[in-house]
């Protein structure tokens, strides 16, 4: 299982891109080390959930196809579809990978977000 965790950026000039989501390359690196264990799959699926105390999540799932109301994101290689649920909350999205002493995770940086839980994993819109 893959943990993310969501950041409420401000006073950050958004700046214009074709794609939904941008990579950072460690997050790029990431996913194509996780993928190279998993050869049937092509990508990952960032999807959203309702859940936590703050109303949303993200989630995280390898996947083998393309779903018909995917939004699909190639950069460097790396295949993101994004769901149909998600895609407007993800407009302007960066996706990085950190790793720290105690944690590594995906963090969504999301200048559309209005609030976060005090743990960072559920998010408003």
Do not use: W
């Amino acid at each position: 299982m893959v943990r993310a965790t969501v950041r409420a950026v401000s006073k950050r000039k958004i700046q214009a891109t074709r794609a939904a989501l941008t990579l950072t390359p460690s997050a790029v690196n990431k996913i194509k080390q996780l993928l190279k264990d998993k050869p049937d799959h092509v990508g990952v699926k960032v999807g959203v959930r309702t859940r936590g105390c703050n109303g949303l999540s993200y989630t995280l799932e390898y996947s083998k196809t393309k779903g018909d109301s995917d939004e699909e994101v190639v950069q460097d290689g790396v295949r993101v579809f994004i769901e149909k649920k998600a895609q407007l909350t993800l407009l302007g999205t960066e996706m990085d990978y950190i790793e720290d002493k105690l944690s590594s995770e995906f963090v969504f940086n999301n200048p559309n977000i209005k609030g976060t839980c005090g743990c960072g994993e559920s998010f408003n819109i």
